[in-house]
């Protein structure tokens, strides 16, 4: 075969001139990782050869795409833009969705009349895939969506053995390393404030707590675990209820910066100083950490890198529809400061 083909180039022409499948072409058209560099330079020889242009509009009818994406939050606008995790995490899905020429749909869903209208919204066919972040154990949208034959991918998952595609963090990593650090500095009534545990996150990071105890010679104590929502009065409250039960604690590891900010509000309320009478770790190493006073020691999680995968991956589910769900847990690590 020489020369340019008559009429205009097919996908399928230059996936059998560069001896391809035709998925593979679409993904190093569109620029997807994990392509090896001769794969990528036959594709690219195969398009100078054929004059083949790709065409995003009739690629988007002929496939039904939109090339639009929906990140979908069910939370409120407050919490939303209060907690720096959802703002990380949407830069790095923005960024990601940026650098593939595709369109991001905010969506939050914050009730149930909500939650059926973004059902027959997606049903429509307006996006192509769905994000889905601060998903509660419950949650049938991750489902549903898999049944509307839309990909979705989840920041978190609902449980262990999650069906849906997921990005996560070591969230039990994240717990026995604050255990361990405290129990380093002495420290040895160690209390947990946990998110709401319908959220496997909140339970990953009190079984990581547990671990830490058991791995120190700490017998569990369940005067030291006090249930929290990730707010910020949440951590007070749930500080408040710790103190009055466990008045004798010496140290603390709340589930998120912004639990901890409130927990410390509420350790200052009762005379009690940080570090001296009680040390303080949080997670997620946000602005909160570093503009606490003292400044917190946080286990820091990928957030932003978080946001990039769960997007990279979706956009690979897109364009290659694999059999099995893919998974991705990212590493944790702890960033020590003054309040411990």
Not at 12 to 24: K, L, M, P, W, Y
Not at 31 to 45: D, I, K, N
Not at 91 to 115: I, N
Not at 153 to 174: C, K, L
Request: with cysteine.
């Amino acid at each position: 075969m020489s020369g340019r083909h008559s009429g205009r180039p097919t996908l399928e022409q230059v996936a059998a001139r560069a001896g391809v499948g035709r998925g593979t072409v679409s993904r190093v058209i569109n620029g997807f990782p994990r392509v090896s560099e001769q794969t990528r330079t036959a594709v690219a020889r195969a398009v100078a050869e054929l004059g083949y242009v790709p065409n995003q509009a009739a690629r988007a009818l002929a496939g039904s795409r939109t090339d639009a994406i929906a990140l979908v939050i069910p939370e409120a606008e407050a919490r939303l833009f209060a907690e720096p995790y959802f703002l990380d995490l949407i830069r790095g899905v923005s960024a990601e969705l940026a650098e593939a020429d595709k369109q991001l749909l905010l969506t939050l869903v914050r009730s149930e009349q909500e939650r059926q209208r973004f059902e027959q919204y997606l049903a429509a066919q307006r996006v192509d895939g769905v994000l889905l972040a601060s998903v509660h154990g419950d949650d049938p949208l991750p489902d549903r969506i898999r049944e509307l034959g839309l990909p979705v991918v989840m920041n978190g998952r609902r449980a262990e053995a999650e069906p849906v595609p997921y990005v996560d963090s070591d969230n039990i990593g994240a717990g026995r390393a604050a255990v361990a650090h405290l129990v380093g500095r002495g420290r040895s009534r160690i209390a947990t404030v946990t998110g709401p545990l319908d959220m496997y996150v909140a339970r990953a990071r009190l079984g990581g707590y547990r671990a830490g105890l058991a791995e120190a010679g700490l017998a569990p104590d369940e005067g030291l675990v006090s249930t929290g929502d990730f707010t910020e009065e949440g951590g007070r409250r749930a500080m408040r209820r710790l103190l009055d039960r466990s008045p004798d604690l010496d140290a603390v590891f709340a589930a998120s910066d912004v639990m901890a900010a409130g927990a410390r509000s509420a350790l200052r309320e009762a005379g009690r100083r940080v570090p001296e009478d009680v040390a303080l770790v949080g997670v997620d190493d946000s602005p909160v950490a570093r503009l606490m006073d003292p400044p917190l020691t946080s286990v820091r999680q990928p957030i932003e890198e978080m946001g990039r995968t769960m997007a990279r991956m979706l956009l690979e589910e897109i364009a290659e529809a694999p059999e099995e769900p893919r998974r991705r847990v990212l590493p944790t690590e702890l960033v020590v400061r003054e309040s411990c």
